[in-house]
Structure formats: structure tokens, C-alpha cells
């Protein structure tokens, strides 16, 4: 079996260090577990490589961070080797080993005679992607496993405008990571010797100064905040991550003067000892936050995760208690917010399949251009390079249901840091009217009809979960429903047959609702995506717990 010939491959390997061989030599009578570390390759998907801290193939440790970074360095070189010196841009997160990696992704670059900057402490993800525009890299690496458990990092690599790897040059460099047999084999460059000529550079205070200016541009009513600072509180949790300076500061540079950090979470700890995840999608990873937020009596309460690429608010409801907002809540909200605010030259913005269907009607509510893509923020930022090709539109924002903005092109991944400033302004500038976020929200559905979303994930971990799902694609493409509660399907598009293909089914029903199901490319789960519209409230909330109960039941 080839996870067993791996396995032995991996533990007689003597370039190997001792600490994994003796982890390796632990599992030898552990089948399962030695299939689940070795049967295939950590694969990039819609978040680059992901996986659990450990000894294997099927593991992220420094061999297989080396063979990525190793890969990406060949394909540097065959397809831009006068890029070389420009340089790759590399930063991490809070979590185990991260620095570690990141060392030894810039110790290969420059082995390969590839200049390497990497950031002196860890920064968030957008600021790397801000980074690599800036220092006009040719690409870039964050360390990160964004909001999954403890026992995972990542590795996510970036092109030229600073834009994540996407279709088809992911898979061109997949190409070259998957021709490095013995990834321990690899030689990397003497740290000291490779700072001293210069061709390892490390990042600091000067590059946090130029990406928070950029941030700053976004505001939209500094004048507002002004007025209403003194009268509108913020409580934010960094859980842990690498959100707390610059989002402090970005907060505070726009004028917020009450903006409380939640103590217990504000250092890094690649534990997340209060959290099960550190994930600002799930209310739970608020609940030090809520606490705080009710001790100040806070207007808002915001969440970044470890990579501080998402982000997370809440604010009191009807009944006064903190409620979260859904990622498409505050993708509309910050839609509404920015096309209401400022008149923008040939405007586009930019969501996903999966996302809301009410930001089309918002477009063209302000005539401006809208597409939609895959999911994944990498193919939001292929499509503004179309944009930018074709000229056809100007890029302003755009955001992905899973608690993901952008606004601005400077960076080319969803950004927290700008994201959280914006999200405080517009809750500032509707305080300033009398109103809430949830009143501002209400106001959009009066005027484009009731729009209601959700997601299920189904969690099938291991090789037996990975089986599962292929399992539970193949019976949906081949026995899938006519109907939901007697509304029938009108269309059924199998991204599976587009270019570039994604294992996604997207299902379209008579009374203008939706599902979507799809694998995640980064955590081992299945997803179900919801949307219904109707004229009020409590008919699209039915039609939305009816027709979830089906789809549950029916996966």
C-alpha cells in the first residue's frame, strides 16, 4: 500500500531529523493513523495548504513547508527567473511553529538565489498582500491555518499583485512541489550568512506605517466619528491572533476613542486556551468580548481570527443582548455603506457564488458593475486583475460569506484591519441617525425584499471522512432532488464541467431560492449553502427552516 511505503520511506530517511523519526517510530502499529499521515499530499485548495502540525506527507512540518516553498521557488524561476530579485514577502501568525516556517520558507528562497523579506514579529494576512504589492515582490507566503483548531497551520502563497495563487497557476506550481521526492533532502541558506549579504531582509515599523495610511483612506465620514466618539465604545478580541496592533491602531487613527481590547485574549497563544475554535463565525469564540462589551456598555463588539483576515461583529438586538451578525448581514451592510457615501468612477464590485444574492440587487440599485465567483478570496482577486485588464471596471469592495471583506485594492485578500474601521464607522454614522446596524439592515430588505441565508457544515475528519464526502458529491450529482417542499428545481450547474472546474453543485429553485454544496478546500467538511427571498420576514424565515430540514435530511 503506498501510505505504508511512504511511511517506511519517510522513517529510514536519514536525512530526517531525529524528533520526527522517533514521532514516526511511535505509530508503527497504528495502520490508520499512518494512512491518515501518508496516503496522499497536503494539496492547495481555496486557502493554500492546510493541515495538522506533524510527522507525514499528509502533515504540515518543515519538509513538507520546504517542498512547497521549494516548488514555488522553481516555479519562480522557470517562469520569471528576472524576478529573482525582486523578491518574495513572507509573514505568520500566532500559531505553533509559524515563525519556524516562516524561517524556512525565506532560508529556501534565498538558496535559490531568491531575495526573501520576511516580517521581524507576525503580521496579518492582508498586510503580507499589501507587502508584496509595496516591495513589488514577484510572490508571497503566510504561515497560517487561519480560524481552524491548535493543532493546525497553513501555508498560503501569493503572485505578484498580491492576489493568493489561483487557476491555473496553483496548480502549475502544485506541479513542481509534486516533483521534489525527498523533501528532507532539501538544503536551505545560513541565516546569518544571508542576512548579512542582504538577501534576507526583515519587516518592521516602517511597512506597518505605510499599510495602515492606506487603511486609513477607506474612511468614508471621518467627521462623523469625530462627533460620535466620545459616545460610541468598541470592544475588540484579537483571539489571540496578530489583529491586536494594527487594529487598535487602525481604530484609533480613524478617530475611535473608546476601543477596549478583551485582556484575557489580546496576547498571542497558539493554544487559544478559551476558545474550541478561533473562529469569529462562531458566537461562542465572543463570549469574554460579550462580557466585556456589557461591563462598557459597548455599541459594538468586534472579533479578528489568529490571521486577522475575517472578522466578526456584534451588536445589541431589540431585547438588548449582543447578537452576531451573519458575514452576509455585514457584506450587505458594508456594501449599502460605501456605494451610499461616495460616487465612485465606473464602480464594480465583487462576491461569491455562495454569498448572498442581495448585494446584485444592491448593485443595481447604484448602477454599478457585479460579478460573482468562486468561492475563496483568490478568485475574488482573479477577477479584479480581469478588471484591471480590461478596464471595464474600477474595483471597491467585495466580500465572501464566510466573514471576508476587501475594500480598496491595495491588498488582494480579505482584510479584517480595514474591514473592522468600517464596520465601526458605518455603526458610528448610523448611531449618529438614530439607528443600528440591524435598523440599517432592515432598511435595505424594505427596500429589495427579505433576504435570509445559512450554512450548514458537516464535519467528516480523516481518511474515512474525505471517503464520506466524495461519497455524499457523487450520490447528489446522481440522484439529485426534483424538489424542495414541492417548489421545484429549475436548474442544477455543475461546476465540476467549468473552467477552471470546482466540485460544486449550485441548485436553482422556482421561487428565486438556493442551495449550494460543495467540500471545503481547507477544513475536512462538507457545506450546504441556503438562500431564500420573499416580501417579508417570517416567509423567508419558514421558507428557510423548511427547506434546511429537507437538505439536511436528504445529505
Same mark, same amino acid.
Given at each position: ?6 511511511y517506511k520511506e519517510w522513517l529510514n530517511n536519514p536525512a530526517l531529523g531525529e524528533a520526527a523519526r522517533d514521532e514516526l517510530a511511535s505509530i508503527s502499529a497504528d495502520e490508520k493513523e499512518i494512512a491518515e499521515r501518508f ?5 492547495f485548495g481555496t486557502g493554500g495548504l492546510r493541515g495538522i502540525i506533524g510527522a507525514g506527507t499528509n502533515r504540515m512540518n518543515i519538509y513538507t513547508v520546504r517542498r512547497a516553498s521549494q516548488g514555488l521557488a522553481d516555479y ?31 532560508? *529556501?528562497?534565498? /538558496? ?51 492576489? /493568493? ?15 521534489? $521526492? ?20 526583515? &519587516? ?6 505605510? #499599510? &495602515? ?39 484609533? =487613527? ?20 478559551? &476558545?474550541?475554535?478561533?473562529?469569529? @463565525? ?14 462598557? =456598555? ?8 489568529? $490571521? ?14 449582543? @447578537? ?41 440599485? #447604484? ?16 477577477? *479584479? ?14 466580500f465572501e460569506e464566510s466573514f471576508g471583506y476587501l475594500a480598496g485594492d491595495f491588498a488582494r485578500d480579505k482584510d479584517a484591519i480595514s474591514a473592522s474601521m468600517l464596520i465601526c464607522e458605518a455603526a458610528a454614522f448610523y %448611531? ?20 435570509? @441565508? ?5 464535519? &467528516? ?6 471517503? %464520506? *464526502? ?40 422556482? $421561487? ?29 424565515? @419558514? ?10 435530511? #436528504?445529505?
Open positions: 500500500m503506498l501510505h505504508m511505503q511512504r496516503h496522499k499530499d497536503l494539496e519562480i524561476l522557470q517562469t520569471a527567473p528576472e524576478a529573482a530579485g525582486r523578491g518574495v514577502a513572507i509573514s505568520y501568525d500566532s500559531r505553533n511553529l509559524s515563525k519556524d516556517f516562516a524561517l524556512q520558507t525565506a532560508l *529556501i528562497m534565498v /538558496q535559490n538565489g531568491i531575495k526573501a523579506y520576511v516580517f521581524e514579529d507576525m503580521r496579518p494576512t492582508p498586510q503580507l498582500s499589501f507587502a508584496v504589492r509595496e516591495l513589488n515582490c514577484i510572490a508571497g507566503v503566510m504561515i497560517t491555518a487561519s480560524h481552524n483548531p491548535p493543532e493546525y497551520n497553513g501555508y498560503k502563497a501569493y503572485w505578484e499583485d498580491g492576489g /493568493q495563487l489561483a487557476f491555473p497557476q496553483d496548480e502549475e506550481v502544485i506541479g513542481y512541489v509534486n516533483k521534489i $521526492d525527498n523533501p528532507a533532502a532539501l538544503k536551505v541558506a545560513d541565516e546569518v550568512a544571508a542576512r548579512r549579504n542582504g538577501h534576507l531582509v526583515f &519587516l518592521g515599523a516602517e511597512m506597518d506605517k505605510k #499599510y &495602515l495610511a492606506r487603511v486609513g483612506e477607506l474612511a468614508l465620514n471621518p467627521e462623523i466619528v469625530a462627533k460620535m466618539a466620545d459616545d460610541f465604545t468598541i470592544v475588540y478580541t484579537p483571539l489571540y491572533g496578530a489583529g491586536r496592533m494594527p487594529v487598535t491602531r487602525a481604530l484609533e =487613527n480613524a478617530g475611535f476613542k473608546n476601543v477596549h481590547l478583551v485582556q484575557a485574549q489580546a496576547l498571542p497563544n497558539p493554544q487559544f486556551p478559551s &476558545l474550541k475554535y478561533p473562529n469569529p @463565525e462562531d458566537p461562542a469564540a465572543f463570549t469574554l468580548a460579550i462580557e466585556e462589551g456589557e461591563i462598557r =456598555n459597548a455599541d459594538i463588539v468586534i472579533a479578528t481570527d489568529p $490571521d486577522a483576515d475575517r472578522v466578526g461583529a456584534m451588536i445589541k438586538n431589540a431585547s438588548g443582548k449582543f @447578537e452576531l451578525l451573519s458575514g452576509n448581514a455585514v457584506g450587505v451592510l458594508l456594501a449599502e455603506y460605501i456605494l451610499s457615501q461616495k460616487t465612485f468612477e465606473k464602480a464594480g464590485i465583487i462576491s461569491t457564488f455562495v454569498s448572498t444574492r442581495l448585494t446584485a440587487e444592491i448593485a443595481k440599485f #447604484y448602477g454599478v458593475g457585479y460579478v460573482e465567483t468562486f468561492t475563496g478570496f483568490k478568485n475574488i482577486a482573479a477577477e *479584479i486583475r480581469r478588471w484591471e485588464a480590461d478596464g471595464s471596471h474600477n474595483y471597491i469592495y467585495g %448611531k449618529s441617525q438614530g439607528k443600528t446596524l440591524f435598523d440599517a439592515l432592515n432598511d435595505i430588505y424594505a427596500r429589495h425584499g427579505h433576504f435570509r @441565508e445559512i450554512t450548514h457544515s458537516i464535519t &467528516l475528519p480523516g481518511l474515512d471522512g474525505a471517503a %464520506k *464526502i466524495r461519497e455524499m458529491m457523487a450520490n447528489l450529482r446522481e440522484n439529485p432532488p426534483a424538489a424542495l417542499a414541492e417548489t421545484a428545481i429549475t436548474e442544477i450547474r455543475d461546476y465540476a464541467k467549468h473552467t477552471p472546474p470546482s466540485n460544486m453543485l449550485y441548485f436553482s429553485l422556482a $421561487d428565486g431560492s438556493w442551495f449550494c454544496v460543495r467540500p471545503s478546500g481547507t477544513e475536512p467538511k462538507i457545506k450546504i449553502y441556503l438562500g431564500t427571498k420573499a416580501q417579508n420576514a417570517s416567509e423567508a424565515d @419558514e421558507k428557510l427552516q423548511t427547506y434546511s430540514e429537507i437538505l439536511r435530511n #436528504y445529505m
